[in-house]
């Protein structure tokens, strides 16, 4: 072993001779040295540690406790004489050191190197002991620190004695807390139901069981009747929020397990807690209330399933709508309820969507609890949890009777409508027919004479009225005519009445309008008519190009030929101002374009 600094506190040089004997006798290595009645020694860590008192007890304890007391960080052995035992278990008392009682043989001597090396021993002990204590500390601070939950320790005047870095998460540094009065981080409001002075004073005389207890912030309380879950608005620093705390505070014992040694007690020392932030849950518990009471009292029927279909809650109104007592459903299978309360094949195929976990949305027929049916909505969808999952299922349901009665009425009102409008149509299309007859009668008995060219016009017009007629799309609202088809129709009727072959006649025809209503046919086919009957009975024209298109609301029918422009002629004013009139009819124009195209525009909107 390392040499080691002996140093003999007493009066007694014959204690230091016969110490330094039995080292020799032993080859002990130590450096012997008398001092009284203070050792002389140097405040360095390293000569403390080689160095051993042998402490001589003196007329009484206290010089001895004061030296060892001056020198903590030195092991002492006490050497007291026979009957100054009280002295000496006073001493042991107050410091806790070793000794041996001296014999006047001084046999003692020998048992010295033994004790040396025994108080070497407890004292590399307290060391390593020591270090562990400030190790398992260190380790303890860090993971105090570590935790997003704020850690406090509270004097019992309800000051901060410490407070871990989660507490800047509210605003403020741990070091300005510290000394600081608990209530300054509480909502002033709250003060009253959690300070310990406060709350006491006024549940005075009043017994309470764990369950019952008042939650403290300054709890002094431990095991059941300490504070659990005690929620309390916390004052934020900076920006004047609110931030929502649960406080979880024991008492502690102080020095855990450190008495007296006249009398054991127990001494309260503070409070310490965890505070943990639930502003986020308040948050969510806020909007599932808000959310539980919209679904209350809302008008659409809700039910919710698990994914085996067993149904965990519905809404008032679901039984309202569907005739049923809580008991009746709550608990039950809704995949198995819904075969005999729901029309076959939308079982089926609600069945095949909950399998594919799909939403499903249609409507079909309900029979109510009672046994009454009515028109339901339904929809049914999956909720899918944060494992991708689906934990429940939400059925909705509402009442559409009354809509499908409406729509049941307009549609046979439609369709009431459709037949007077086609009964209209084929009276108005026998009319024009007869009208057609007679004129062409008429006709036929002014042969020969200056009427009959007008009468042809006439006849020539009414047939262009009768194509309208039979080209109309009846049950459309409101009722259309195809264009295209009323123009092939037209070229034919024109050239028959001109005595002109059809096959001589050539009209290329490009629209891009397929159908117009017949509040814009019928002037259009009257204003065609008189065009093309100019172009091909007077004009002797043999090839012609209708084109047609639309923009915005308006559209255009352009006719062309390579020839003169016949309408500027004087015999054919009467048939430019019939155009023009049929033109003002369609709310629009007509115009001569580069001599042999005319352009006619009209409204497209049906």
């Known amino acids: 072993m390392d040499r080691l600094s002996v140093f003999l506190i007493t009066r007694d040089p014959g204690i230091l001779d016969d110490l330094r004997t039995c080292a020799e006798q032993r080859s002990l290595p130590y450096d012997l040295e008398r001092h009284w009645p203070h050792p002389h020694i140097a405040r360095d860590e390293a000569e403390q540690r080689s160095t051993v008192f042998l402490i001589e007890l003196a007329d009484s304890a206290a010089n001895t406790i004061d030296l060892i007391r001056s020198y903590p960080n030195n092991p002492a052995l006490v050497i007291a004489r026979a009957g100054s035992e009280d002295a000496v278990c006073a001493l042991h008392m107050e410091t806790g050191c070793e000794f041996v009682i001296r014999d006047d043989e001084g046999r003692y001597v020998s048992l010295l190197p033994t004790l040396i090396r025994k108080v070497l021993r407890e004292r590399d002990r307290e060391e390593t002991a020591g270090d562990m204590l400030r190790s398992s500390e260190h380790r303890y601070e860090e993971l105090i620190q570590a935790i997003p ?117 127990r001494f309260f020392t503070g409070t310490v807690g965890i505070i943990r932030d639930i502003t986020p849950r308040k948050r969510a518990e806020r909007m599932l209330q808000r959310l539980s009471i919209a679904v209350e009292q809302s008008r659409a029927a809700i039910c919710i399933t698990e994914p085996d279909g067993i149904v965990v809650y519905a809404n008032p109104h679901f039984f309202r709508l569907n005739r049923f007592r809580p008991e009746e459903f709550i608990g039950q299978n809704m995949f198995v309820l819904m075969q005999d309360y729901v029309q076959e094949e939308t079982v089926e195929e609600i069945t095949r969507a909950i399998k594919s976990e799909t939403v499903w949305e249609g409507d079909t027929i309900v029979w109510r609890g009672d046994g009454e049916s009515y028109w339901s909505w339904m929809k049914v969808f999956p909720i899918v949890g944060g494992s991708g999952d689906v934990s429940d299922f939400v059925f909705f349901q509402e009442d559409i009777t009354d809509r499908k009665q409406s729509e049941t009425f307009l549609r046979e009102r439609v369709r009431d409508q459709d037949d007077l409008l086609r009964d209209m149509h084929e009276q108005t299309k026998t009319c024009i027919e007869v009208i057609e007859g007679l004129v062409s009668m008429r006709a036929a008995g002014l042969r020969g004479t200056p009427a009959e060219r007008e009468f042809e016009a006439v006849i020539a017009q009414v047939r262009a009225v009768s194509a309208v007629m039979r080209g109309m799309i009846v049950g459309t609202t409101p009722p259309l005519v195809n264009l295209d088809g009323f123009l092939n129709q037209e070229f034919p009727q024109v050239c028959q009445a001109l005595n002109v072959p059809p096959e001589e006649v050539t009209a290329e025809i490009d629209l891009s309008i397929a159908r117009v209503s017949a509040q814009v046919a019928v002037p259009l086919a009257v204003a065609l008519d008189q065009i093309v009957t100019v172009l091909i009975g007077f004009g002797q024209v043999r090839y012609l190009q209708l084109v047609g298109g639309s923009e915005n609301d308006e559209s255009w029918i352009t006719i062309s030929h390579g020839g003169r422009d016949h309408l500027s002629a004087p015999e054919h004013a009467l048939a430019v101002r019939i155009v023009e009139a049929m033109a003002m009819r369609m709310d629009g124009t007509f115009t001569h374009r580069d001599g042999a195209s005319y352009r006619l525009t009209f409204q497209s909107t049906p």
């Open 149 to 265: 939950d704020v850690v406090y320790k509270i004097d019992p005047s309800g000051h901060f004695l410490f407070v871990n870095e989660a507490v800047r998460a509210l605003g403020y540094a741990p070091e300005e807390l510290i000394g600081r009065h608990f209530s300054e981080m509480l909502v002033p409001e709250e003060v009253p139901r959690v300070s310990r002075n406060q709350m006491l004073s006024r549940m005075r005389g009043t017994i309470t069981g764990p369950q019952s207890a008042p939650g403290l912030f300054d709890e002094r309380r431990t095991g059941e009747r300490r504070t659990r879950g005690l929620e309390v608005r916390l004052r934020t620093k900076g920006n004047g929020g609110d931030l929502v705390g649960s406080v979880s505070a024991f008492g502690e014992i102080a020095a855990t397990g450190h008495y007296h040694a006249d009398i054991q007690r």
